[in-house]
């Protein structure tokens, strides 16, 4: 295998074996399985990929934040292989497994929370967030559950009625689950005109208030959940007075309070969970959810409560053919061993400190940058087309990520206005390699705005 390096593009994206890929694709799979970068890939490592043609790609995507530890990490490769010469399955409800137990042990001990808990293990995201829900129904004995604007929590039938997004996610596939209502996120940065940063969090808990008063008794709701940092949302952070008051809402009401770790998880924000900035002001989620960046790309998920709550559901009532699959949680089991040992949340503020210094220097320059906003390497800039007026600039957006990938970037968008650029690059990522990507992105940026291109 050729070792990669940097990113280097050699063909016309896409070029010809990835051409005639496409064409299968197309004919093949349906349209609705969005497709990004018109290529495919040969090879991956650390934080690049190789595609069939031999172009080379630096990724800031990181298969939707999944490559946190980066691209086949060798341990990893290793620790697999291993466990793929001894057994693929059995199914934890046949057969225990020690891998399966043991991954739930350092969960517990993991997740913010001086308290017992307990971890079950399914296939993806939206299935651990439709499990915590059951649970937190089956414990409260309440049926109302409380989600926000801008939440992204999966594409089954109840995290897609969770999920805030219409277009893509929802148009059109109505009826939606029973018993979700939505409330407003803090999104600062686009907070009602004439209201301070600070006196914003009043208007947004004042919006809670309102809402109970006007729609559902709060002794109705079983749980509250939320991402301790908006992904597909736009990266965005909560307050931690608002998060504070949040919890002293649900406590005064008997209201299980949920975060969806899925997309923040893993070392992406300087911290193993982003729970992690909440326990310094004495804040604890009841129940976590979490996957993507678990299991260095192979399907796995966790729900992480009190036990108590996590007791509530009856033998057989949560679980699954495949969940907590033997190969994928050896995985997860050395991907955290590896994160620990070389401290991958101190990579991630390394990163932030390189990044964060290279946007704000862009703030300045382009009127198009908006906002800058994040946590350690969980980070996003919003596009706008007028910094005063903040008008979405989506279509410039997209123009920048179009030019990001035809010079080896590959970079996401967020938001519901589709007008952000989010950073999921693997933290193993190389300071030199780091300065290429944005390099790419400024130029990008500039092409955009100075050629209207
Ligand atoms: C916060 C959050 N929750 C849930 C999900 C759904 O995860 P999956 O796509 O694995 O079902 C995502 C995916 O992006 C996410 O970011």
Redesign the pocket.
Known sequence: MKELKEPKIITQIPGPKSQALLEIREKNVPSGVSSYVPTFIKQGQGALFEDVDGNVFLDFAGG??VLNIGYSHKEVVKAVKEQCDKYFHTSINVVSYEQYVRLAEKLNNLIPGNFEKKTMFVN??????ENAIKIARKYTKRKEIIAFTGA?????LL?MTLTSKVKPYKFGFEPFAQGVHRIEFPYIYRRPKGISEQNSINYYIQKLEKFFLENVAPENVAAIIL?PIQ??GGFIVPPDNYIRELRNICDRHGILLIA?????GFCRTGKVFATEYWEEFGVYADIV?S??SIAAGLPL?AVTGKAEIMEAAQVGGIGGTYCGNPVATTAALKVIEVMERENYAQKANHIAEIAMKRFNEMKEKYEIIGDIRGRGAMMAIELVKNKDTQEPAKKETNKVLQECWKNGLVVLSAGVRGNNIRFLMPLIITDQQLNIGLDILENAIKRVTDHNI
Do not use: P, Y
Not at 124 to 129: D, L, P
């Open positions: 939707i934040g993806s995201g939206a299935e651990a967030v992204f929590h999966g594409r089954t995290t991402e992904g597909e969806d770790e899925v997309q923040s959810t996957a993507k998920s």
